[in-house]
């Protein structure tokens, strides 16, 4: 048995079930331990690089973009990310429109790109209201949009996914690919978050 | 007019938003992985479809649905499912819960939670 420091807690009930669940189809071979570890290690190793990668991609290479912009799930599977299942639908922020996401039924998050959704993303606040007031609920992330710029709210479904495609950050001309994908964060994919230049970057010894 | 589900909440008041982020336990995951396995996203494990998982979900009494975690309601969802496939029984998982829980206590860690980037 594992050891850890701290106090010793019974087992939730939740957590009974997933031990007794888990047996019980590994018992009747429906799935093993390692099939388990495996989709465990490599949801793990998926994380909003990979939406980053394909932003910093599209910022630079126009044809990628227009590829991105007609089929998100190809795009992602040029640059090896596996969309297994899922239409990606990338949607482009511009000068006069701002796009979110949401999954106002469940949960639905492009997690193949992004890895698991935060746990707002899954709160009744966030699914109820943004759909609702997208203005103020981006104001509480401290992310102000200007009152001429529209924003679009797309809500997910189970088999549709979306993801923001920001602005590139003006400033950014000389930028590498690699930099530039610093810049994008999980929140700006989300599009709850605008992508920021560090205030004070540091120097660039070349 | 038709009533709205419990989880159908797109619109309807509700608080802030609580920048909360959520390191997950390795149960959850565990969950997460089955889940990805049994719906057939990876592997050849297929045994039901996501709708079926968002189904059971939503067929959670609403009090139950607010007081449960995330991954609370996606393990009583995917075993729920497994008996309506036929693929355990409500038998085998009464004897199986009642084994786990003769082994006894065992750690766990605390769901820990940071606040938002």
Redesign the interface.
């Known amino acids: 048995?594992?050891?850890?420091t701290?106090s010793?807690?019974?087992?939730?009930y939740?957590?009974?079930?997933?031990?007794?669940?888990?047996?019980?189809?590994v018992e009747?071979g429906?799935?093993t331990e390692d099939?388990?570890?495996?989709?465990?290690a490599?949801?793990?190793e998926r994380g909003p690089e990979r939406g980053a990668a394909m932003v910093a991609r599209a910022w630079l290479d126009p044809a990628y973009k227009a590829r991105m912009l007609a089929d998100g799930s190809r795009a992602a599977e040029e640059l090896g990310f596996e969309v297994?299942?899922l239409r990606l639908i990338v949607v482009e922020n511009t000068s006069d429109t701002h796009n979110v996401i949401?999954c106002?039924?469940?949960?639905c998050y492009p997690r193949m790109l992004l890895g698991?959704p935060?746990?707002?993303y899954?709160?009744?606040?966030?699914?109820?209201?943004v759909?609702?007031e997208p203005r103020k609920?981006l104001a509480?992330?401290g992310t102000k949009i200007p009152p001429k710029v529209q924003i679009r709210v797309h809500?997910s479904n189970?088999d549709m996914r979306y993801m923001v495609l920001p602005l590139r950050p003006a400033g950014t001309e000389r930028w590498s690919e690699e930099r530039l994908a610093g810049l994008v964060?999980?929140?700006c994919l989300i599009g709850v978050a605008l992508p920021q230049i560090p205030k004070k970057p540091k120097s660039r010894k070349s | 007019m038709i009533e709205r589900g419990h989880?159908?909440?797109?619109?309807?008041?509700?608080?802030?938003?609580?920048?909360?982020?959520?390191a997950?336990d390795?149960?959850e995951?565990?969950?997460?992985?089955?889940m990805?396995?049994?719906i057939?996203?990876?592997?050849d494990?297929k045994?039901m479809t996501?709708?079926e998982l968002?189904k059971n979900?939503e067929a959670l009494a609403p009090a139950d649905y607010?007081k449960?975690?995330?991954?609370?309601r996606w393990?009583?969802s995917?075993?729920q499912t497994?008996i309506q496939r036929g693929?355990?029984t409500s038998d085998?998982?009464a004897r199986?819960?009642a084994?786990?829980?003769r082994r006894g206590?065992?750690?766990?860690?605390?769901r820990q939670?940071t606040k938002?980037?």
């Open positions: 048995m594992r050891k850890e701290g010793y807690q019974p087992y939730s939740f957590q009974l079930m997933e031990i007794s669940l888990r047996e019980l189809l009747k429906v799935v099939a388990i570890a495996g989709a465990m490599a949801m793990r297994p299942g949401v106002t039924l469940c949960s698991l935060p746990e707002w899954k709160s009744r606040p966030y699914r109820s209201r759909v609702r609920v509480e992330f809500d189970a964060t999980r929140d | 989880h159908d909440m797109g619109g309807l008041p509700a608080g802030k938003v609580r920048r909360t982020e959520h997950y390795d149960w995951l565990r969950v997460d992985a089955m990805m396995l049994l057939g996203v990876v592997g494990s045994r996501v709708d968002r979900v607010d449960m975690g995330y991954y609370d393990v009583i995917l075993t497994m693929v355990i085998d998982l199986k819960l084994q786990v829980q206590l065992s750690p766990i860690s605390r939670r938002g980037r």
